[in-house]
């Protein structure tokens, strides 16, 4: 069975971009990516004391399961050489799974939908953008109704694509 399967990437370290697009071409041995949004330079929400981030929201299309997903982007974070040395620190490179269908899973190290992904405009801004129909499976909320209860929280969407 296909699924269709939201990821925030971002990335604060080394050439950002570059980063996001090795990613997003890395999970392609995951599925079909089927739609990316626009670049979006955000900044540091938890951690404040560090680079700004680029961040992007893909779409793929997958058989693999929410375990296998998460098992597929641990290995691309740790091909691309992200080290955990503090979390919520800088990075290279940090993918998280949003959103698989409408599932919820609640599992040992495996929450989807993202548990924090409804309070981050980082997130919500870009996924809104390539898909402003989602809805989160728990909250029953459109990316835009979710963004109406957040402030502060810069981004600004660049022009360029990623």
Request: charge should be negative; aromatic fraction near 4%; charged fraction near 25%.
């Amino acid at each position: 069975m296909r699924e269709l399967a939201y990821f925030s990437l971002g990335s604060n370290l080394g050439d950002r971009a570059s980063n996001l697009r090795e990613a997003m071409g890395m999970l392609e041995k995951a599925g079909t990516v089927r739609q990316a949004s626009g670049l979006y330079e955000t900044q540091p929400v938890d951690v404040p004391d560090q680079p700004w981030f680029l961040n992007c929201v893909i779409a793929l299309e997958t058989e693999k399961t929410p375990r296998g997903l998460l098992q597929i982007i641990l290995s691309i974070e740790a091909e691309m050489g992200r080290v955990r040395m503090r979390e919520k620190g800088p990075r290279i490179i940090d993918i998280d799974l949003l959103l698989f269908g409408d599932w919820i899973v609640n599992e040992p190290g495996l929450r989807v939908p993202h548990p924090a992904m409804h309070g981050r405009r980082f997130v919500l801004e870009p996924l809104g953008e390539i898909a402003p129909q989602v809805r989160h499976p728990i909250l029953g909320k459109t990316p835009q109704e979710l963004l109406a209860g957040i402030e502060g929280q810069a981004v600004r969407r660049l022009e360029c694509a990623p």
